[in-house]
């Protein structure tokens, strides 16, 4: 992610804004320009100041003030590039099911910038493609729990996972370091794109060489994870203890690692982050974030800045009295993982199969107890 300016009054404008803050004017994301941009009313319609020569509306969530995305006016679909692949929303009579909804896609938005700007394919149902990306966004019921998870194209978020204190109370009774709407968006798309990139991408072989056999038992992993847990010496060869549950959880979490990376690291080039500690021995404690992440090539040097970032920022929250903002580390093994991760991303997303060649997999649908 990085900052905006308002056209209108040069006013720092951030990606969640729906208005500039000085000059008042409303502002909206343009995806295809990858810009926020303040805007006029031209009627029923309204001009970006970013691209005065066409006319936008805004996304039909925004009236529910669950999106800020603009639509081109001459768009049949009444909905933008990020609301278009959701498949349910919750019931929104309830104000508290309204108001969780609203922070699962102001998570939601924040994927989608990101997927977008990797050029990954992001088909809609309207597009035609055998399997959509699709989000069903749900409220639990006395009868039925409902489970965050994926399953053939289908992202299901629950909503209790937009309460704060019952997401930490929950990230707290599982020992997990860090559980957030976002990481459960970045997780569980990671394995949407195991099924694009990997299966039908033709790169099985070179996934398995990283991750281990993916055809064993799902269940049966899953049942023994939360019977033993995670081996004593997971942290030499996966980036978190619920990585080592299966190998589809391996690449989701490896996945989910990986978006962090790119978009934290946008943003300290969008501020010309530069760590330079004031210390005798400053070896793999330096960097310069002075180049676009989406933009570098070998993962060996997005991790050279990653890293110093990391001790960066986990030192500020420290002195906060917060807990550390990246509570990882990353062994030999997984950056081996994220580099495969990255050169999958890089290669642009092979052509898929057609329906009739797909072979269906085990759903991914997580207990309420899962770790992201």
Same mark, same amino acid.
């Given at each position: 992610?990085?900052?905006?300016?308002?056209?209108? @009054?040069?006013?720092?404008?951030?990606?969640?804004?729906?208005? @500039?803050?000085?000059?008042?004017?409303?502002?909206?994301?343009?995806?295809?320009?990858?810009?926020?941009?303040?805007?006029?009313?031209?009627?029923?319609?309204?001009?970006?100041?970013?691209?005065?020569?066409?006319?936008?509306?805004?996304?039909?969530?925004?009236?529910?003030?669950?999106?800020?995305?603009?639509?081109?006016?001459?768009?049949?679909?009444?909905?933008?590039?990020?609301?278009?692949?959701?498949?349910?929303?919750?019931?929104?009579?309830?104000?508290?099911?309204?108001?969780?909804?609203?922070?699962?896609?102001?998570?939601?938005?924040?994927?989608?910038?990101?997927?977008?700007?990797?050029?990954?394919?992001?088909?809609?149902?309207?597009?035609?493609?055998?399997?959509?990306?699709?989000?069903?966004?749900?409220?639990?019921?006395?009868?039925?729990?409902?489970?965050?998870?994926?399953?053939?194209?289908?992202?299901?978020?629950?909503?209790?996972?937009?309460?704060?204190?019952?997401?930490?109370?929950?990230?707290?009774?599982?020992?997990?370091?860090?559980?957030?709407?976002?990481?459960?968006?970045?997780?569980?798309?990671?394995?949407?794109?195991?099924?694009?990139?990997?299966?039908?991408?033709?790169?099985?072989?070179?996934?398995?060489?990283?991750?281990?056999?993916?055809?064993?038992?799902?269940?049966?992993?899953?049942?023994?994870?939360?019977?033993?847990?995670?081996?004593?010496?997971?942290?030499?060869?996966?980036?978190?203890?619920?990585?080592?549950?299966?190998?589809?959880?391996?690449?989701?979490?490896?996945?989910?690692?990986?978006?962090?990376?790119?978009?934290?690291?946008?943003?300290?080039?969008?501020?010309?982050?530069?760590?330079?500690?004031?210390?005798?021995?400053?070896?793999?404690?330096?960097?310069?974030?002075?180049?676009?992440?989406?933009?570098?090539?070998?993962?060996?040097?997005?991790?050279?800045?990653?890293?110093?970032?990391?001790?960066?920022?986990?030192?500020?929250?420290?002195?906060?009295?917060?807990?550390?903002?990246?509570?990882?580390?990353?062994?030999?093994?997984?950056?081996?993982?994220?580099?495969?991760?990255?050169?999958?991303?890089?290669?642009?997303?092979?052509?898929?199969?057609?329906?009739?060649?797909?072979?269906?997999?085990?759903?991914?649908?997580?207990?309420?107890?899962?770790?992201?």
């Amino acid at each position: 992610m990085k900052l905006f300016e308002c056209q209108n @009054c040069g006013q720092v404008l951030f990606f969640e804004n729906t208005h @500039c803050e000085q000059c008042r004017l409303s502002v909206g994301y343009m995806p295809e320009k990858q810009t926020m941009s303040a805007v006029q009313p031209d009627g029923a319609q309204w001009i970006a100041l970013a691209d005065p020569e066409n006319r936008y509306r805004f996304c039909a969530n925004w009236e529910l003030r669950a999106c800020n995305w603009l639509v081109e006016a001459s768009s049949q679909d009444p909905y933008c590039r990020a609301c278009a692949h959701n498949r349910t929303v919750p019931e929104l009579s309830d104000p508290a099911n309204t108001l969780r909804w609203q922070r699962i896609e102001e998570a939601k938005r924040r994927l989608m910038y990101t997927l977008l700007k990797l050029r990954l394919p992001v088909p809609t149902r309207a597009s035609g493609d055998p399997e959509p990306l699709l989000f069903d966004f749900l409220a639990s019921a006395p009868q039925a729990k409902i489970l965050t998870g994926h399953d053939n194209g289908i992202i299901t978020i629950s909503l209790m996972e937009a309460d704060d204190a019952e997401r930490e109370k929950l990230r707290t009774h599982l020992h997990e370091p860090y559980r957030t709407l976002l990481g459960h968006f970045r997780h569980e798309v990671g394995h949407y794109y195991w099924d694009r990139l990997v299966r039908d991408g033709g790169r099985i072989e070179e996934f398995r060489k990283f991750f281990g056999d993916e055809t064993l038992d799902y269940n049966a992993a899953l049942q023994a994870h939360y019977q033993s847990g995670p081996p004593a010496n997971w942290q030499e060869n996966f980036v978190s203890a619920y990585a080592t549950m299966h190998p589809w959880e391996d690449f989701a979490e490896t996945w989910a690692h990986y978006l962090h990376i790119i978009d934290t690291l946008e943003m300290a080039h969008t501020f010309n982050l530069k760590i330079s500690p004031r210390l005798k021995s400053t070896e793999g404690l330096s960097a310069t974030a002075d180049r676009d992440p989406y933009t570098i090539e070998e993962m060996e040097t997005l991790l050279g800045e990653w890293i110093p970032v990391t001790f960066a920022v986990n030192s500020l929250n420290r002195s906060m009295g917060q807990p550390d903002l990246y509570p990882f580390v990353l062994s030999p093994a997984a950056i081996g993982k994220l580099d495969f991760v990255h050169r999958l991303v890089r290669d642009a997303a092979p052509a898929v199969k057609s329906a009739n060649e797909r072979k269906p997999r085990q759903s991914i649908l997580k207990r309420m107890f899962s770790g992201n």
